[in-house]
């Protein structure tokens, strides 16, 4: 009973598989008799699809887009962005100065015309502006506080002297009377041999032609203070285009063209760089694109070489080059149509598409010729080869789609986009290749001559018969070899990885990641009020890798009463209003300036150092020579006295009115902090925000991964860039893993159903086991981890190698001997389409752009591999398991 149920269903997929056969050779036959017809039809099919595409082209380079909005962490993410709107695709702008002065300076410009072009820009902050200046002595500990005032204080004469003519000739007259105060009665000027060497420095700097100016901050503030402001940050919110293919583009150029305009980017002793995520993303599309013009174009000129070696025929290439453009417009259409902006995974489509897509012209034209010869006419060399190649291709593209459609249950947006994408594109080049290309073969009137490829390999069916066992062994030893390899690879899932390292705003980036008080990879942590946030923040203040946690509190400094003490009675030694200079003072010209000078030069001559000064007497000895270099260079440009005052007093100003505004500070209290800095510690509803600094190297991927496990240990609730970075690359890695074993499984029951025999269906799926353990074994042994960009080389693997499998299969079980098989046109398709493939993808392995050049070798890797598991591993099998077959 059950043998002749099993007959039953048998008999049903055979008349099944007949009928589908009969169909498949009508839509092949009616194509090639309506040719006219079926061209014109592409044509304004194709047409439409293509104006589609360029109507409503755009690609999303967010990578946090890829992930479902199911997902917790997601979820939270997306909840934390509409509290705080304004801290996600920001630019960041860097302004190093050689000073502190020149930073401030810079930035203050920048942010002047950034508040002035409200259309381009949502906001913009400057952390330690005007409020931190004038309040940024309490933030201060006591201590340092203390020994700040002291320094002050013991320089008090000197600085209100300097602050009502702050010029170049009243510092030397001060310095000078300072020297011969040390001579006479060994009283010293506190920090006198660090100013002498900051005027050494400064004007042997102008007389070698380089940008030098005199640190007035170091020398008034100490090291630490002046170290710390010399580098100045901007927090710019664009405002995105939406009708643009790149919707920060506008407002990233004009930031651009602002430094230029400014003249920042000429500035001496200046550097401003942008960096962050919206230029990241921009870079990364600009990048990409520069690469793949020049790797499509190469990629299109060895495809064209390889199609008119392989094929023999100049009508037989236009009509695969056609059909593959046409099935390419087509599923582009599709899935701006289905799904919307491409994404950095899904946009990977069309490598597949082209990898695969050629195989399916390549093999049905490979076959046409090898029927041709057989019969001499067109129309009865494309019925044959419709009865011949059609049950292969349709199970070729069946497979292949069948594998990409699932990562649509995944929970990985991305790959969710790009499974439906692939898989759909298979059915589409199998339509394609169904109907365009018999009616391109007929209209282009193509008569291949017979291939002489059989002449040529005729030793390979002996050669492999000699060394079948040989290769069977190796095969399998290799293999088992190969896996613990295998099971070593890892997935990188830092998308700055995937940027250009020399690009600046990449080494920016990676520049501010190795600090930890600017890193922008910051873990963030919403709770429901601010005292919740402060019992949170000093729990995960606790944790090993963790550098600071940030609150709205944060900036209410500790001891106020006592700081605010110790300021007042520094601004009852230094009054505020004397550092301001006098309205009536006059700057003086180059004449006075050079007298001044060579009066300080001829002190300089006639001091004589106290006893216990030798210090002091080596730097003023370097200050005359300076000085003397100068003058015997400048003798005749008197106008560079001006210059070198700029040099040296210029900064001073703005200085000194800094030290007057932090004389006047206030009591701080959580109502008093500025609403800009309230607005990005403190939502709406009153929720509160945690910043989380880490004090590990978050360029480092162990790092990183340590520094969110153990937040997260204490706040599951924890979002952020690394968060997101971590947890998505799991997610990503998994939604593969998953998708894999159901294109495995999926695949497994589609072969055993149409071939109905478990033995065939072993043979045709192992070239694709064996060719993805050596593949990415070979990867791990030239320390090529998997990423987002070249993970994509899974389903490539599983797409060619189950139709070079199913190929080879399917034509020895037609009852061919596998050493006329060998001879066919059957192995030298699949040549012929992986060197196509190969040399396609292949291109991409010298684009500029990390992530592109990554996913060339990495294809290349696997191709490499499949061609060898199909053409020579599987034939070597079959020789000696079974060369015959009915």
Same mark, same amino acid.
């Given at each position: 009973m059950t043998a002749d149920k099993s007959q039953r269903h048998a008999t049903l997929l055979d008349q099944a598989g007949d009928a589908y056969l009969r169909f498949v050779c009508w839509l092949v036959d009616g194509s090639r008799r309506a040719a006219g017809r079926v061209l014109l039809g592409t044509v304004l099919l194709t047409a439409g699809a293509a104006y589609f595409v360029v109507a409503h082209f755009a690609f999303n380079p967010d990578t946090s887009g890829l992930l479902s909005r199911d997902l917790p962490f997601h979820k939270l993410d997306v909840e934390f962005e509409h509290a705080f709107p304004n801290l996600s695709q920001n630019i960041v702008v860097v302004v190093d100065g050689q000073t502190a002065g020149l930073a401030r300076k810079a930035a203050a410009q920048l942010t002047h015309w950034f508040e002035q072009h409200p259309e381009l820009f949502v906001d913009v902050y400057q952390p330690g502006g005007k409020f931190f200046i004038q309040n940024g002595l309490l933030y201060l500990e006591p201590n340092a506080l203390n020994e700040l005032s002291d320094r002050l204080s013991q320089v008090q004469p000197f600085i209100a002297r300097l602050a009502q003519d702050p010029s170049l000739r009243s510092l030397l007259a001060l310095l000078g009377q300072a020297l011969e105060r040390q001579a006479s009665s060994g009283e010293s000027l506190p920090g006198l041999g660090t100013i002498v060497q900051e005027l050494t420095r400064t004007i042997n700097a102008l007389a070698s032609g380089s940008f030098y100016q005199l640190h007035w901050q170091r020398l008034m503030f100490g090291e630490t203070w002046a170290n710390q402001a010399q580098r100045q940050l901007l927090l710019v919110k664009p405002r995105p285009d939406a009708s643009a293919v790149q919707p920060l583009q506008h407002a990233i150029s004009a930031t651009r063209q602002a430094i230029q305009s400014l003249g920042l980017s000429r500035a001496p002793g200046v550097r401003v760089r942008l960096t962050g995520a919206a230029v990241l993303d921009n870079s990364q599309i600009e990048t990409a694109a520069t690469g793949m013009t020049f790797a499509t174009?190469?990629?299109?000129?060895?495809?064209?070489?390889?199609?008119?070696?392989?094929?023999?025929?100049?009508?037989?290439?236009?009509?695969?080059? $056609?059909?593959?453009? #046409?099935?390419?417009?087509?599923?582009?259409?599709?899935?701006?149509?289905?799904?919307?902006?491409?994404?950095?995974?899904?946009?990977?489509?069309?490598? *597949?598409?082209?990898?695969?897509?050629?195989?399916?012209?390549?093999?049905?034209?490979?076959?046409?010729?090898?029927?041709?010869?057989?019969?001499?006419?067109?129309?009865?060399? @494309?019925?044959?080869?419709?009865?011949?190649?059609?049950?292969?291709?349709? *199970?070729?593209?069946?497979?292949?789609?069948?594998?990409?459609?699932?990562?649509?249950?995944?929970?990985?947006?991305?790959?969710?986009?790009?499974?439906?994408?692939?898989?759909?594109?298979?059915?589409? $080049?199998?339509?394609?290749?169904?109907?365009?290309?018999?009616?391109? *073969?007929?209209?282009?009137?193509?008569?291949?001559?017979?291939?002489?490829?059989?002449?040529?390999?005729?030793?390979?069916?002996?050669?492999?018969?000699?060394?079948?066992?040989?290769?069977?062994?190796?095969? #399998?030893?290799?293999?088992m070899a190969a896996i613990p390899l295998a099971i070593q690879a890892q997935f990188d899932f830092d998308p700055m990885h995937l940027q250009n390292p020399t690009s600046e705003a990449v080494k920016t980036f990676r520049s501010l990641l190795a600090e930890s008080e600017h890193s922008p990879y910051t873990i963030e942590i919403l709770q429901p009020?601010?005292?919740?946030?402060?019992?949170? $923040?000093?729990?995960? !203040?606790?944790?090993?890798?963790?550098?600071?946690?940030?609150?709205? =509190?944060?900036?209410?400094?500790?001891?106020?009463?006592?700081?605010?003490?110790?300021?007042?009675?520094?601004?009852?030694?230094?009054?505020?209003?004397?550092?301001?200079?006098?309205?009536?003072?006059?700057?003086?010209?180059?004449?006075?300036?050079?007298?001044?000078?060579?009066?300080f030069r001829?002190?300089?001559?006639?001091?004589?150092?106290?006893?216990?000064? !030798?210090?002091?007497?080596?730097?003023?000895?370097?200050?005359?020579?300076?000085?003397?270099?100068?003058?015997?260079?400048? !003798?005749?440009?008197?106008?560079?006295?001006?210059?070198?005052? %700029?040099?040296?007093?210029?900064?001073?100003?703005?200085?000194?009115?800094?030290?007057?505004?932090? @004389?006047?500070?206030?009591?701080?209290?959580?109502?008093?902090?500025?609403?800009?800095?309230?607005?990005?510690?403190?939502?709406?509803?009153?929720?509160?925000?945690?910043?989380?600094?880490? %004090?590990?190297?978050?360029?480092?991927?162990?790092?990183?991964?340590?520094?969110?496990r153990e937040v997260r240990d204490v706040a599951p609730q924890a979002i952020g860039a690394p968060v997101i970075l971590k947890k998505g690359g799991d997610v990503m890695l998994g939604a593969f893993r998953q998708?894999? #074993?159901?294109?495995?499984?999926?695949?497994?029951?589609?072969?055993?159903?149409?071939?109905? %025999?478990?033995?065939?269906?072993?043979?045709?799926?192992?070239?694709?086991?064996?060719?993805?353990?050596? =593949?990415?074994?070979?990867?791990?042994?030239?320390?090529? !981890?998997?990423?987002?960009g070249n993970i994509i080389v899974l389903p490539l693997i599983a797409g060619l190698g189950v139709s070079y499998g199913i190929y080879f299969v399917l034509r020895w079980r037609s009852g061919e001997p596998v050493d006329r098989v060998l001879l066919s046109s059957t192995p030298a398709a699949i040549l012929f389409s992986a060197l196509t493939t190969m040399s396609s993808f292949g291109s991409l392995a010298i684009a500029p752009d990390p992530g592109v050049a990554m996913l060339g070798r990495t294809l290349s890797i696997a191709l490499g591999w499949i061609l060898i598991c199909t053409l020579v591993v599987l034939p070597a099998v079959l020789l000696r398991v079974s060369p015959h077959r009915r």
């Amino acid at each position: 009973m059950t043998a002749d149920k099993s007959q039953r269903h048998a008999t049903l997929l055979d008349q099944a598989g007949d009928a589908y056969l009969r169909f498949v050779c009508w839509l092949v036959d009616g194509s090639r008799r309506a040719a006219g017809r079926v061209l014109l039809g592409t044509v304004l099919l194709t047409a439409g699809a293509a104006y589609f595409v360029v109507a409503h082209f755009a690609f999303n380079p967010d990578t946090s887009g890829l992930l479902s909005r199911d997902l917790p962490f997601h979820k939270l993410d997306v909840e934390f962005e509409h509290a705080f709107p304004n801290l996600s695709q920001n630019i960041v702008v860097v302004v190093d100065g050689q000073t502190a002065g020149l930073a401030r300076k810079a930035a203050a410009q920048l942010t002047h015309w950034f508040e002035q072009h409200p259309e381009l820009f949502v906001d913009v902050y400057q952390p330690g502006g005007k409020f931190f200046i004038q309040n940024g002595l309490l933030y201060l500990e006591p201590n340092a506080l203390n020994e700040l005032s002291d320094r002050l204080s013991q320089v008090q004469p000197f600085i209100a002297r300097l602050a009502q003519d702050p010029s170049l000739r009243s510092l030397l007259a001060l310095l000078g009377q300072a020297l011969e105060r040390q001579a006479s009665s060994g009283e010293s000027l506190p920090g006198l041999g660090t100013i002498v060497q900051e005027l050494t420095r400064t004007i042997n700097a102008l007389a070698s032609g380089s940008f030098y100016q005199l640190h007035w901050q170091r020398l008034m503030f100490g090291e630490t203070w002046a170290n710390q402001a010399q580098r100045q940050l901007l927090l710019v919110k664009p405002r995105p285009d939406a009708s643009a293919v790149q919707p920060l583009q506008h407002a990233i150029s004009a930031t651009r063209q602002a430094i230029q305009s400014l003249g920042l980017s000429r500035a001496p002793g200046v550097r401003v760089r942008l960096t962050g995520a919206a230029v990241l993303d921009n870079s990364q599309i600009e990048t990409a694109a520069t690469g793949m013009t020049f790797a499509t174009l190469l990629s299109l000129t060895l495809i064209v070489i390889l199609l008119l070696v392989g094929l023999r025929n100049w009508r037989l290439v236009i009509a695969t080059l $056609a059909t593959l453009i #046409v099935g390419l417009v087509w599923t582009t259409a599709f899935a701006l149509a289905a799904i919307g902006p491409f994404n950095i995974i899904s946009i990977a489509f069309a490598v *597949l598409f082209v990898g695969i897509g050629v195989d399916f012209s390549i093999q049905f034209c490979m076959r046409y010729r090898e029927d041709f010869s057989y019969t001499r006419g067109l129309a009865t060399a @494309l019925r044959l080869t419709a009865r011949n190649m059609g049950g292969a291709l349709t *199970l070729a593209a069946v497979a292949a789609a069948v594998g990409f459609y699932s990562f649509l249950p995944t929970s990985y947006a991305g790959v969710i986009d790009l499974g439906l994408i692939a898989g759909t594109s298979m059915l589409i $080049a199998l339509l394609a290749n169904l109907t365009l290309l018999p009616a391109l *073969l007929r209209l282009l009137r193509t008569y291949p001559r017979a291939s002489q490829l059989k002449k040529r390999l005729s030793f390979a069916p002996s050669l492999l018969k000699r060394s079948a066992w040989g290769i069977t062994v190796a095969a #399998v030893l290799v293999g088992m070899a190969a896996i613990p390899l295998a099971i070593q690879a890892q997935f990188d899932f830092d998308p700055m990885h995937l940027q250009n390292p020399t690009s600046e705003a990449v080494k920016t980036f990676r520049s501010l990641l190795a600090e930890s008080e600017h890193s922008p990879y910051t873990i963030e942590i919403l709770q429901p009020n601010l005292a919740a946030a402060q019992q949170l $923040a000093e729990r995960v !203040s606790q944790l090993p890798s963790v550098a600071q946690t940030v609150t709205l =509190a944060s900036f209410v400094p500790e001891n106020q009463a006592q700081k605010l003490d110790i300021i007042q009675r520094l601004a009852i030694i230094i009054p505020p209003y004397t550092l301001l200079p006098q309205a009536d003072a006059k700057s003086p010209g180059a004449a006075d300036l050079r007298v001044a000078l060579s009066d300080f030069r001829a002190r300089l001559a006639q001091w004589r150092p106290a006893h216990g000064q !030798s210090n002091l007497a080596g730097q003023i000895t370097a200050l005359g020579q300076a000085i003397d270099a100068y003058q015997d260079r400048f !003798s005749n440009h008197p106008e560079k006295l001006l210059v070198l005052q %700029n040099r040296i007093i210029g900064a001073l100003p703005a200085e000194l009115n800094r030290l007057s505004l932090s @004389l006047q500070a206030r009591e701080i209290t959580l109502d008093a902090l500025p609403q800009e800095l309230r607005g990005r510690y403190l939502a709406t509803d009153g929720r509160a925000r945690v910043q989380v600094f880490s %004090n590990l190297d978050l360029n480092q991927i162990p790092s990183l991964r340590q520094f969110v496990r153990e937040v997260r240990d204490v706040a599951p609730q924890a979002i952020g860039a690394p968060v997101i970075l971590k947890k998505g690359g799991d997610v990503m890695l998994g939604a593969f893993r998953q998708a894999s #074993v159901i294109a495995a499984a999926a695949i497994l029951v589609l072969l055993l159903v149409v071939l109905r %025999n478990p033995w065939d269906t072993l043979l045709a799926l192992a070239p694709l086991g064996l060719a993805g353990v050596l =593949a990415v074994a070979t990867m791990v042994v030239l320390g090529i !981890s998997f990423n987002l960009g070249n993970i994509i080389v899974l389903p490539l693997i599983a797409g060619l190698g189950v139709s070079y499998g199913i190929y080879f299969v399917l034509r020895w079980r037609s009852g061919e001997p596998v050493d006329r098989v060998l001879l066919s046109s059957t192995p030298a398709a699949i040549l012929f389409s992986a060197l196509t493939t190969m040399s396609s993808f292949g291109s991409l392995a010298i684009a500029p752009d990390p992530g592109v050049a990554m996913l060339g070798r990495t294809l290349s890797i696997a191709l490499g591999w499949i061609l060898i598991c199909t053409l020579v591993v599987l034939p070597a099998v079959l020789l000696r398991v079974s060369p015959h077959r009915r």
